[in-house]
């Protein structure tokens, strides 16, 4: 019996990529890289921020100075979803809510400090969740952080949500059984259940 549900953020409840393209695009801009696209925000959702900044800014100004430029973009970043948001996947607050008087619910995800806040203020979705947990506070990876939260919280038989092949592979590392959420930014190689919305998802876990 699954107890407690374990939630990805980029590409399983929201889609974050305008606000966060504004802020990227400016601070590539600023450093000479170049303009950016949405194409490529959704080619990083999910990735570790130093991660990120190798693959969009390495080729222009090199690894170091790439990670440098990536942590000021997620500071900046930051700032801009305070004030916008993002645009969450249908039925996500009634989905939470319903689930909520069953399952205890979390996030983990591969962020920097403020991401999952403004989220959770923006959109005032804090009340459905217990506990958090990401990369930015940790400097874990997301398997390790999701072993950090299962253990914090006494769970037993959690399942991770995602949309990713990271989420994947983190869920099958840290023991989570793992719920592919296929409208999202990836694909993967197997699941234990998969979801084409978000609020299919009472339905899928049933079948766990």
């Known amino acids: 019996m699954v107890d407690g549900i374990i939630f990805d953020l980029d590409g399983t409840m929201w889609d974050s990529c305008d606000a966060v393209l504004i802020a990227w695009d400016e601070t590539s801009r600023k450093y000479g890289c170049g303009a950016l696209t949405k194409k490529d925000m959704q080619g990083i959702m999910g990735m570790v921020i130093k991660?990120?900044?190798?693959?969009?800014?390495?080729?222009y100004v090199g690894e170091e100075k790439a990670k440098e430029i990536a942590a000021e973009c997620a500071e900046r970043e930051i700032a801009y979803l305070e004030k916008m948001g993002?645009?969450?996947?249908?039925?996500?607050?009634?989905?939470?809510?319903?689930?909520?008087?069953?399952?205890?619910?979390?996030?983990?995800?591969?962020c920097e400090n403020g991401y999952i806040e403004a989220f959770m203020k923006y959109h005032d979705t804090a009340k459905f969740f217990d506990d958090y947990e990401h990369c930015g506070r940790t400097g874990l990876t997301k398997d390790g952080n999701i072993k950090l939260l299962t253990k914090r919280n006494n769970l037993k038989s959690p399942v991770y949500v995602g949309d990713t092949q990271t989420d994947r592979d983190a869920a099958n590392a840290a023991g989570a059984a793992f719920i592919y959420a296929a409208y999202g930014f990836g694909t993967v190689d197997s699941f234990d259940a998969e979801i084409e919305t978000f609020a299919d998802l009472p339905n899928a876990l049933e079948t766990l």
Request: proline share 6%; with cysteine.
């Open 51 to 59: 991660d990120a900044g190798v693959k969009l800014f390495g080729k």
């Open 86 to 110: 993002g645009k969450l996947y249908p039925k996500l607050c009634e989905t939470l809510s319903e689930l909520k008087k069953k399952y205890p619910l979390f996030i983990v995800s591969n």
